[in-house]
């Protein structure tokens, strides 16, 4: 009676190996999903690791662009240093060529360069003393100071009152 109640065994056993089959599906499906979660999830690791990368890249080739920049503005300024040093050496050449003076030795006159040391003099503002500098001097030699004393005396002389019979009369062809 049982076997009738249950079946045959083929029955059975084929019942049982659709279950463990459909168990099998299932775990391997739950499993693929598991799976498929986790390559979502690694694909926008590698996407957030991108994105920073890509930043990264970009202040890179930024900071590459700065350094260029600076390079060349150090090249430029370095440059500029060399032929102003250049510049001053000549300057101070020339300069000592015009120093040198006709010196007697044994009766004999013999042209030598004055030494490094024999600079003019200068005061704190880089002018030699007992010599103004031309803004404070005009074409006839004469102090600045002297110019502008006298012209705010001639400012603040009283001025005479002219009254119509005072008038001195305008020519003819001034009157207008």
Same mark, same amino acid.
């Given at each position: 009676?049982?076997?009738?109640?249950?079946?045959?065994?083929?029955? !059975?056993?084929?019942?049982? +190996? +659709? !279950?463990?089959?459909? +168990?099998?599906?299932?775990?391997?499906? $739950?499993?693929?999903?598991?799976?498929?979660?986790?390559?979502?999830?690694? !694909?926008?690791?590698? $996407?957030?690791?991108?994105?920073?990368?890509?930043?990264? +890249?970009?202040?890179?080739?930024?900071?590459?662009? &700065?350094?260029? @920049?600076? @390079?060349?503005?150090?090249?430029?300024?370095?440059?500029?240093?060399?032929?102003?040093?250049? =510049?001053?050496?000549?300057?101070?050449?020339?300069?000592?060529?015009?120093?040198?003076?006709?010196?007697?030795?044994?009766?004999? *006159?013999?042209?030598?360069?004055? /030494?490094?040391?024999?600079? /003019?003099?200068?005061?704190?503002?880089?002018?030699?003393?007992?010599?103004?500098?031309?803004?404070?001097?005009? =074409?006839?030699?004469?102090?600045?100071? !002297?110019?502008?004393?006298?012209? *705010?005396?001639?400012?603040? *002389?009283?001025? /005479?009152?002219?009254?119509?019979?005072?008038?001195?009369?305008?020519? &003819?062809?001034?009157?207008?």
């Amino acid at each position: 009676m049982d076997s009738i109640a249950a079946g045959s065994d083929a029955d !059975q056993a084929v019942a049982r +190996q +659709q !279950q463990m089959f459909e +168990q099998r599906l299932v775990a391997l499906s $739950n499993d693929r999903d598991r799976r498929a979660e986790e390559a979502v999830r690694a !694909q926008e690791r590698f $996407n957030v690791a991108l994105a920073e990368m890509s930043r990264m +890249q970009t202040r890179l080739l930024a900071s590459e662009d &700065s350094r260029k @920049e600076l @390079e060349t503005g150090i090249d430029v300024i370095q440059n500029t240093l060399r032929r102003t040093i250049k =510049e001053r050496d000549e300057a101070r050449t020339a300069l000592e060529r015009t120093h040198r003076r006709p010196r007697l030795e044994q009766g004999a *006159a013999t042209e030598r360069a004055a /030494p490094a040391t024999r600079w /003019p003099r200068m005061d704190y503002h880089g002018r030699r003393p007992g010599i103004r500098p031309p803004s404070e001097r005009d =074409e006839n030699g004469q102090d600045g100071r !002297q110019r502008r004393a006298k012209t *705010a005396a001639i400012a603040n *002389a009283p001025r /005479p009152r002219w009254n119509c019979a005072m008038t001195p009369s305008l020519p &003819s062809w001034k009157r207008r």
